[in-house]
């Protein structure tokens, strides 16, 4: 069957102190990987998306990896508004359509 | 300003009746998806379109019906045979690099 999982559920931080959030994942294929940011009460926003094992993103404080196994996000010297809760989801190679998603890490980051 | 607009924000629902949802894009995307997340789980995903006129089953389609019959709209109706339709609805829709999100609604059953 295919799965996404996210560790930790949540995780938080001091201003400053840097950490990664994990999301591993056993699927048949896979075509894509796929990073959100979700606040409360609102709909996910992208962040990334990672293709092939090696590929990192960046975008300000995060960079995004990839190996055949799971993903990485990375958060460098966060701030209190990178409190959210990060989503990773599949695509899957045989159904170009079908996103699977993990549940979830919920960051709290305090100042 | 290019991107997915829901309405309402909030809904409530009384036992037996049907209600829906909207989903507009702007994006010129062919292919928009239904979501619902409960607290807990992951987005689970309920209908999907690629094209007007075309529409497949998610993982939890009962209870839900859709219908496309415009590229910009793609509605839900929750209906009265969806047992626990208490939950957030998110729309989507696929372009590249990936799937965008509508701003969702929170629907409650009364």
């Known amino acids: 069957e295919d799965q996404v999982t996210q560790s930790p559920e949540a995780l938080r931080l001091q201003e400053g102190e840097s950490s990664s959030l994990n999301c591993s994942y056993t699927v048949s294929g896979l075509r894509g990987l796929f990073w959100y940011r979700q606040d409360p009460g609102k709909g996910p926003e992208f962040l990334f998306t990672l293709y092939s094992a090696g590929e990192e993103k960046e975008k300000e404080r995060l960079k995004a990896t990839l190996t055949k196994k799971e993903s990485f996000l990375h958060i460098t010297a966060p701030k209190p508004e990178d409190s959210a809760t990060y989503l990773c989801?599949?695509?899957?190679?045989?159904?170009?359509?079908?996103?699977?998603f993990g549940t979830g890490t919920r960051l709290q980051v305090f100042p | 300003d290019g991107g997915i607009t829901q309405s309402p924000k909030y809904l409530f629902r009384k036992e037996g009746q049907n209600v829906t949802l909207s989903c507009e894009q702007n994006l010129n995307h062919d292919a928009m998806y239904w979501y619902r997340q409960d607290p807990g789980q992951g987005l689970r995903l309920i209908y999907y379109s690629q094209i007007v006129n075309d529409f497949q089953k998610g993982d939890i389609a009962e209870g839900y019906s859709v219908s496309r019959e415009k590229k910009e709209s793609f509605p839900l109706t929750v209906t009265s045979a969806q047992k626990n339709p208490t939950a957030f609805y998110l729309c989507a829709s696929s372009g590249l690099p990936g799937q965008f999100f509508g701003p969702g609604t929170r629907l409650t059953v009364l």
């Open positions: 989801a599949v695509l899957l190679s045989y159904n170009t359509d079908k996103l699977i």
